[in-house]
């Protein structure tokens, strides 16, 4: 059953589709910034990121060519990455360009050299690839050539101009390089930064790793939680916890935990053990420090400070009850290390289990509402005639709704919970309350003629059989809102003019040049303003220090930090001097620079010399002012140009418009960002963008922001027939694994997939939700074996589709019980309706939940959904890499129907067969439980629910497929040996 041979899905092991059409009609697996083995920022080259890419069956590299001290390397311009040697790149790329498959390699050049540099490049280019270089044109054909034509062949992607057109080598970036900066809290605590200085301005950012002398910057991947997604910084994961109650004091947590108490023991009586569960709250007396919360053996409440000091500007925490205490980077991973390590109470070991969650406080506000249907809060709110009337209703699955009155329509919009953390539309609250206070006095939505809902009027509780028949009131349209219509708070955009250390954990803690969103005015407190800081939400800060941030679209669209920028430190109009401290080891030498109107800056160092070559560009750059001047004109070599035949590259349009497409040539094609493939889709002229990519090649890349190599979904760009989806190859995310299972899976793994027919004949829109080879999937998971992960012991088996919109759906398996041998017995069938296998892949996700409920990935299998294969079957789990792990597979059972019927009237009846059928079976058996009646009730009951009491528009084809798979799942139960149909 686990064998290979009994696998779930069919790989093909040689090439199985055609490879002589054009070049565009294929998708071909590509590459972003393949030198990378880490972030965009600072991390390392390599030649061997070329080689892996390469084994794993891409056929787009891309090369950033740059000049540095003579020679040619490449590198991620303007970054702080190490650089790598051009010419050990083209032989590592001549020596594995085709040990997958004889297929075209693609390289695409970001080409930064100058002429003469050029010259050289194209001469390198030629004499390390040999006859594999393609350096003279085909035949011309009118299209592009094919894979077959282009066999054991390396095309080169880049701009091609003629001797008269000419390219501007535009770079800000003066200097770079890694420097300390002194902490203004904290005289002497320098912290390592990477740094970039342009004419105005030094970027500074954190580096990557531990500096081994400071040990002051930690910037750690596990921090990036999908419990704490805004979380920054490893000291505030405690933001997003349960355990966490950021305003409650001292009174209010004892009284807290003493109704906890009581709560459980009533709910489960007095034998309860609550040993060890616990909350921590802020100290209201000391800033910095905290209360741990708990209950002893004898569910006593008892509580233990938590102290903090400060490290090299760094907060550093530990529990008093120690002389010798480790000491924690953050509360979060304080509580990690005592949910495993017992620590000493009274001479008595305990461990901290359970997190108390701070209790509800607006269960008892009028407007709250727990369990009342939408139906139920429009008949309460027609009582008003306000606008802005509103109240919060509470699903018994814990979701949220928000419904007020607008304009004679009572609207509903979702309200999303984020760990601690309160959503709605795009803005976050720290509370229910919180967040209704704010849109009692902003606006919470604005009407088509512009009017202005704020929240007024909350509504109380109705009893329902007071409330009079609709007919005595006006008409009111029922509306959800979606969340683009939610207002998001103001951006308005502050600097701060020096650093300011919060009182508390109402307040902001943020250093000198540090950027502040959504500030608003205080309407309590002159002076003060509310703002967004990092992952803190809503809190105060002294208006003095900041002022309003300057927007300058040179400076503001070209941060060339991105996201991963901390501050920046304004060279204009400031004052430079160098100084060297000789009581200092750890920092000898150090830069002052002082600006108009504030404190002053210290950048250090470990090398006088180092200190003079910073301090000479810095003067040098407020001399001269380079970024003032005309880039040289620099026309592009005419022996590289050569080498560009059938990929020239040209400016992406704003728009692709029919005049557009037809003035192209064949050979030409267009790279964009994916927000701008975004932007295309969004417009009318979205169908062109398929007409151009039948003909022509297109390239999408990451946007510039995801500098720590994140990764977009490539299923758009695949739907909109793109061919070169560029993606980090080195992140092992959902979307490489999409990339893996379309690449690795199909046409025997060669790089090459070839599009759907009707997708390069014009006669395809991915919008649409009909198509004529539309399939049903109905499987069962039954077990599995080594699922282990390091989070828990309850893997749990999600199936989803990706595909076009239509088919991006999911379904999941309850968590099973072990790891080693897992088991879903519950009989369970997952229905999936596949409208357009041709586009789709089929997705088997394992994982596990730790003991904070985070989600941890075990493994994975993505395939095409054409390669399914039907009966009892074995799915072999993969790593985020594509690596088989050891011995860790699944066992389910798989049936697939074509669909192909449309009529109503037939699934009916077919549909109605299959019911009787079921009766038919149980009318002579003796061994019928009340379990198998109450099924075939619930079977039959969804029968006449969908047929009788939906409208006259009949079945669809989704709920068709939910329906038989209810009976599917009696069958599989039963062990019924009577096949439905």
């Known amino acids: 059953l686990y064998s290979d041979e009994n696998s779930v899905f069919m790989r093909s092991e040689t090439v199985d589709e055609l490879m002589d059409s054009p070049l565009s009609h294929y998708w071909i697996a590509s590459s972003h910034n393949t030198y990378l083995i880490g972030n965009q920022l600072t991390s390392r080259s390599d030649v061997e990121a070329y080689v892996q890419a390469l084994l794993s069956g891409c056929k787009c ?41 004889p297929y075209p390699l693609i390289l695409s050049i970001e080409n930064h050299l100058d002429t003469e540099m050029q010259e050289k490049f194209a001469k390198m280019i030629k004499e390390k690839l040999g006859d594999k270089l393609l350096s003279v044109p085909l035949p011309d054909s009118g299209q592009l050539p094919s894979p077959n034509i282009l066999k054991n062949k390396i095309l080169i992607k880049d701009k091609k101009f003629s001797r008269e057109n000419v390219d501007y080598l535009k770079s800000d970036i003066v200097k770079r390089g890694e420097v300390y900066i002194e902490s203004t809290l904290h005289a002497n605590d320098w912290s390592k930064r990477a740094v970039l200085m342009t004419p105005d301005f030094i970027y500074y950012s954190h580096t990557e790793g531990t500096d081994e002398e400071s040990e002051v910057v930690r910037e750690r991947s596990e921090v990036l939680t999908s419990r704490a997604p805004a979380a920054q910084k490893l000291s505030e994961l405690h933001l997003a916890e349960p355990w966490y109650w950021g305003g409650v004091d001292g009174t209010a947590g004892n009284f807290y935990v003493s109704e906890y108490v009581k709560r459980m023991i009533n709910q489960l009586g007095r034998d309860v053990q609550l040993v060890g569960d616990f909350a921590i709250r802020p100290r209201t007396q000391s800033t910095g420090e905290y209360v741990l919360l708990f209950l002893d053996a004898q569910n006593t409440p008892k509580k233990i400070k938590i102290h903090s000091r400060y490290e090299k500007g760094f907060p550093r925490y530990f529990i008093e009850e120690y002389s010798n205490a ?108 919180q967040l209704i206070e704010y849109y009692k006095k902003r606006p919470l939505y604005i009407t088509k003629n512009n009017q202005e809902i704020k929240l007024t009027k909350p ?15 006006e008409l009111i349209n029922k509306a959800y809102v979606t969340e683009e219509e939610i207002r998001e ?68 669209t070209d ?18 001097r160098f100084h060297t401290v000789s009581d200092n080891n750890f920092i000898p030498h150090y830069i002052s620079i002082k600006c108009e109107g504030r404190e002053e800056y210290r950048m250090g160092f470990k090398q006088y010399e180092d200190m003079e070559k910073w301090h000479e560009a810095i003067t040098n750059v407020r001399k001269n002012k380079p970024n003032n001047k005309k880039p040289a004109k620099v026309k592009q070599a005419p022996t590289y140009s050569a080498l560009v035949i059938y990929v020239m590259a040209v400016p992406a349009p704003s728009e692709f418009t029919s005049e557009y497409i037809s003035a192209l040539n064949y050979r030409e094609m267009s790279s964009f960002a994916e927000n701008k493939l975004e932007g295309y889709v969004q417009k009318a002229s979205a169908a062109n963008l398929l007409s151009f990519t039948s003909t022509c090649m297109a390239r999408v890349y990451p946007k510039m922001w995801r500098t720590n190599s994140s990764n977009y979904d490539p299923l758009l760009a695949w739907n909109y027939g793109i061919q070169l989806v560029a993606l980090n190859y080195q992140t092992p995310d959902k979307a490489m694994q999409l990339n893996w299972g379309k690449f690795h899976n199909s046409n025997g793994g060669c790089g090459y997939v070839k599009k759907p027919y009707e997708m390069v004949t ?18 069962k998971v039954l077990g599995g074996r080594m699922c282990f992960s390091e989070a828990g012991n309850s893997p749990k088996v999600r199936i989803s589709l990706e595909g076009l919109d239509c088919d991006i759906t999911s379904n999941e398996t309850l968590p099973a019980k072990s790891s080693t041998c897992p088991f879903w017995g519950d009989g369970k069938v997952i229905s999936l309706l596949c409208l357009n296998p041709d586009m789709a892949m089929i997705r088997f996700e394992v994982t596990d939940c730790n003991d904070f409920g985070d989600e941890k990935f075990i ?119 009577v096949t439905p149909r």
């Open 326 to 433: 480790p000491v924690f980077e953050s509360l979060y991973t304080l509580v990690r290390h005592y949910q495993r390590v017992p620590f000493s109470v009274e001479k008595s070991p305990l461990i901290l289990k359970r997190p108390i969650e701070e209790p509800r406080n607006f269960a008892k506000e009028t407007w709250f509402h727990y369990g009342a249907t939408f139906e139920d809060s429009e008949r309460r709110l027609r009582y008003q005639k306000v606008n802005g009337a509103f109240l919060v209703r509470e699903q018994p699955d814990n979701k949220f709704r928000l419904v007020f009155r607008s304009a004679g329509a009572v609207r509903s919009c979702k309200i999303g919970q984020d760990g601690r953390l309160w959503v709605i539309g795009k803005s976050q609250f720290e509370g229910l309350t």
């Open 762 to 779: 014009n006669k395809f829109d991915p919008r649409q939700d009909s198509f004529s080879n539309s399939v049903a999937l109905f499987i």
């Open 459 to 473: 509504v109380e509780m109705i009893p329902l059989n007071e409330a009079s028949s609709p007919s005595q009131y």
């Open 489 to 556: 708070r103001p951006d308005e955009v502050y600097e701060a003019e020096e650093d300011y250390r919060g009182r508390g954990d109402n307040e902001l803690t943020f250093l000198r040049g540090s950027i502040i969103r959504n500030v608003e005015q205080d309407p309590d407190y002159v002076g003060w303003c509310f703002g967004d800081y990092g992952p803190r939400r809503g809190k105060r800060f002294p208006k003095k220090v900041v002022k309003l941030y300057e927007w300058e679209e040179e400076e503001n």
């Open 61 to 101: 590299l891309e090369l950033d060519v740059w000049k540095r001290d003579g020679t040619i390397k490449i590198l991620h311009g303007h970054m702080l990455t190490t650089m790598i040697n051009a010419e050990d790149v083209l032989a590592a790329i001549d020596m594995y360009a085709f040990k997958v498959s």
């Open 859 to 977: 493994g994975h299998c993505t395939f095409p959904v054409k390669q399914l294969r039907s009966g009892w079957r074995s799915v072999i789990l993969y790593d985020g890499h594509g690596n088989e792990k050891h011995m860790a597979k699944l066992v389910v059972h798989v049936e697939k129907e074509v669909l192909k019927s449309t009529d109503p009237e037939r699934e009916k009846k077919r549909i109605r067969g299959e019911i009787q059928q079921l009766n038919e079976f149980f009318s002579d058996r003796e061994d019928v439980t009340a379990e198998d009646i109450s099924r075939l009730k619930h079977i039959e009951d969804k029968y006449f629910e969908m047929v009788f009491q939906r409208n006259r528009s009949d079945l669809d084809a989704k709920s068709i497929v939910d329906l038989e798979s209810l009976i599917r799942e009696f069958y599989l139960l039963r062990r019924i040996d």
């Open 559 to 576: 941060n060339p930090l991105g996201n991963m920028c901390d501050g920046m430190i304004n060279l204009k109009r400031s004052v430079t």
